[in-house]
């Protein structure tokens, strides 16, 4: 039996099991992955986030000295981004006293992220470009199919807008698919938008090797870079998710988001 200890926290209820591992001495197998990301037979979660120096990651070539947030979905697989977990994450560095002040950098597979922490539990993290593309994506869930807006946040978004469809209606259980499927060769996270005013929007998103979340941090930001390019917006957009509120704003196509994050525990694990 071996044991580990872990933490948990989530941002906007998009919820992640947090590893220590600052030298990378433990293999993170898809199937260890799964077990613990399991709601009924693990301890629970969206995602896994291991806690590791940058100088001990193969794939990152920039400052040795930054932590790396090494982010795997539910079903075992690599991510690129997760915005919710990026801010869960540094709550993390914060509260173990793992950086010496509010404002810090850390090293993803996405790039370098800047982090801020804001008032009132608050966290604005950098997000990078958010590149919306013109290629023309279908995607179809049940008997329905609507356009999609195909959105790089440094990892790949299909983003549908509803005119008429109740949002609240969708059936996320099942897997939206779509077309061409050449367009994600490694899958896509699919966000559901309705637009409730200027600058306010609300979404449902299925992520890929997860399902439906409570929330999508790098989803928010490409359903706001969509919304941007569709309307020409040209402030702040306000996200609201099931799991709770996010907003995002532009420098260009560079996106910086804001929302909560909180630690709500620890504890550790057998295997």
Not at 151 to 171: K, Q
Request: net charge negative; hydrophobic share 40%; glycine share 12%.
């Amino acid at each position: 039996m071996r044991r580990f200890s872990f933490h948990k926290g989530h941002g906007t209820k998009n919820d992640f099991i947090i590893l220590d591992d600052s030298y990378a001495m433990h293999e993170m197998h898809p199937e260890f992955i799964r077990v613990i990301c399991d709601r009924n037979a693990g301890i629970g979660a969206d995602g896994v986030i291991r806690v590791v120096r940058a100088s001990s990651m193969r794939e990152w070539d920039g400052d040795a000295t930054l932590w790396f947030m090494d982010y795997y979905n539910a079903d075992g697989s690599i991510a690129e981004m997760c915005g919710n977990g990026l801010r869960v994450f540094s709550r993390h560095l914060i509260n173990e006293q793992l950086v010496d002040s509010g404002e810090f950098d850390v090293a993803t597979r996405a790039g370098l992220r800047h982090v801020e922490v804001a008032r009132h539990g608050l966290i604005t993290t950098t997000m990078g470009d958010a590149t919306v593309e013109d290629d023309e994506v279908t995607v179809r869930l049940g008997r329905y199919e609507w356009p999609a807006t195909k959105v790089d946040v440094g990892n790949p978004h299909a983003v549908v807008f509803l005119e008429g469809e109740d949002l609240a209606r969708l059936n996320l259980h099942e897997a939206p698919t779509w077309s061409p499927q050449e367009a994600f060769p490694e899958g896509v996270n699919i966000e559901f938008v309705r637009v409730d005013e200027p600058g306010k929007l609300s979404m449902r998103v299925f992520e890929r090797g997860v399902g439906e979340t409570q929330s999508c941090g790098t989803g928010v930001v490409a359903t706001a870079a969509a919304y941007r390019h569709r309307t020409g917006h040209g402030g702040q957009v306000e996200v609201s998710v099931p799991g709770g509120d996010l907003a995002v704003d532009f420098t260009g196509d560079a996106a910086r988001l804001t929302g909560p994050a909180v630690i709500i525990g620890r504890g550790e694990f057998w295997i």
